[in-house]
DNA sequence: TCTGCGTTTGACAGCGCTGTCTTACCGTTT
DNA sequence: AAACGGTAAGACAGCGCTGTCAAACGCAGA
């Protein structure tokens, strides 16, 4: 296995080694005809530049990062695999790390990272990326980052995002389009910026629809499974149940369903229930559950090409907005009689 | 952001590099007080050495890879945990990489991995540890590997595991212990090597008990949900319905719960159930499933160690076996009556 | 005191690439 | 035909570290 080099290249091409790198870095002042001979010496010897000499000698290192302090496998997950899609269509690879410290140990860390692995870029999904101190750091480090739907500093840094209150009142639309009007939500812990965007789109829908939202309609929980059981328990044995609820996220419109499912009341028949995420969970539960589908690996992927691109000294946008996606399954349709 | 070089270290500590490094990577040959004041040098500037130069001029990169085909993100999660705990309490950084392709494209595709970025070892989670182009190409790249509970080869390369049969067998001990005496099993597929030791775990636990399994009682069930589901219907509406299911999965038994629930047939009053892997969703249902938990992170810890050992010329165990854990929750309780 | 041998330390080359600077080349213009 | 300007290609240094080998050191015994 002795190695394949840039010299061996050049010598079968029969043209300095510079002229090779020129060829594999996209640079310009390279005759067609020397490209050609250059690609075809590196198909026929299956030659891979070696990112650590990258690295060392020049000033990408094709190396990005993912920190991540986000507890859900599947949105870690789901973000993942978009970055590293991203990457590998770039010739890129991704380091995994996950960061659960804070203040000065985070950025401490962050320090000791970079000087060790000095990445292109790091992507910062939530709720990380709202961290003042790794952003800082980041900054001072001046590696560049994006986040993915950050909910503060928003023109500090690049980041794309997508429209919860837009996605919740599409939603809320929806169950008003089979019938219903006397929909209740389950909102998500309040300083947490998407549950309040999602409650805004909410109370946007029903009131434009002219339909009243009671204060009893509108229950709080913190987006766990327990809490949505909790607040769906409220609902369900309240005398005058809502015909329709909608939780902020799907974990909780799960703790709902199990409640139904106690209590025997039916899903869809007697009562519609909505979530928000389209989590794993959400089809692994009888019925599926009808929810939003947020584009969470496309908006890693997007954040990895943008910073990809900003590597080859293209300035992106400095937000990128993706669409939602409604998912009508199995747990909702028109109201009792 | 200059960067702290070794050369910086050197001079403050009165040293060579030479002497720095050895200092750095626990070499022998170096005084007592020469590593101290070296020591201290590190320190007060926060050196850090840098892994692409490491890798470009030595014959250790620092990078593990995490090679991936598992389609569940809990499972994957848990193992990119383990993995990534190992490598930070050794400096190490971890790479994933999903390999989804097969056959000479697996090979090609491990073989130019390979040669851009020299790793010093891959964990190979199941059920991409059981490819015999994977095991050939990083054979034939000399890149150390360990696998996470293969079922083929065993001989090949060393591994770590958990007994799937013994697990199944305490699972039905502790059924049996409840007082249940009619107990059915949902099976995995039966090429899946250790859906069969689990299989293989029950039937011992029920002849040892001098219990009779019926053929009925044995489903084929094929690890999914809807698989799960429908064996459980089978069961739950037979005339003589067990007091007991236990279900090879967790994914199957929620499949159970599910129809249970529709049938208004209570669990654990009517029937008990139990799982086995402890997925997340276990917890996200009500009740709660009792289940077996797979040291999923911790064998992925345990494999990472056995390389970066490996790295240091420590030659470990062929083999390593990791405890499993029964984890009574609320599905499970005495037969009715 | 000197020799001999093990231990500690340093000089130096070079890992595989890229950045910078220089030279060779080629077609135009005067 | 000479001079020019721009493009194509190469020479060379060096990124930050480790491996190899040689030198210096220190302590034993003669």
New interface residues.
Partial sequence: ?A??TIDDVASLAGVSIKTVSRVLNHEPHVRAATRERVLAAVDSL????????R??AGSR?YLMALFFDNPS??Y???I??GA?GAC?NS?Y??????MLESGVELERRV??FN????MDGVILPPPLCDRTELLAALD???VPYVRIAPTTHLDRAPYVFMDDRQAAYEMTTYLQSLGHRDIAFIAGPPDHTAAARRLEGFRDAMEQAGLPVGPDRVQNGAFS?LSG?ECGELLLTAADRPSAIFAGND?MA??VM??A??L?IDIPGTVTLAGFDDS??A????PQLTTVRQPVADMAREATELLIAAGRGDVGPKARRLDFEIIVRQSSGPPAR
């Fill in positions: 296995m190695a394949i299956k030659y891979r530049p070696n990112v650590s000499a690295a060392l290192s496998p599947g870690v997950h789901q993942e695999t590293m590998r010739g690879y991704l380091i995994v790390e996950e320090a000791a000087s060790t692995v000095r001072a480090e001046k499974f059981a974990d799960l703790g199990a409640v499912n106690r025997h794993p969970g089809q692994v539960v009888w």
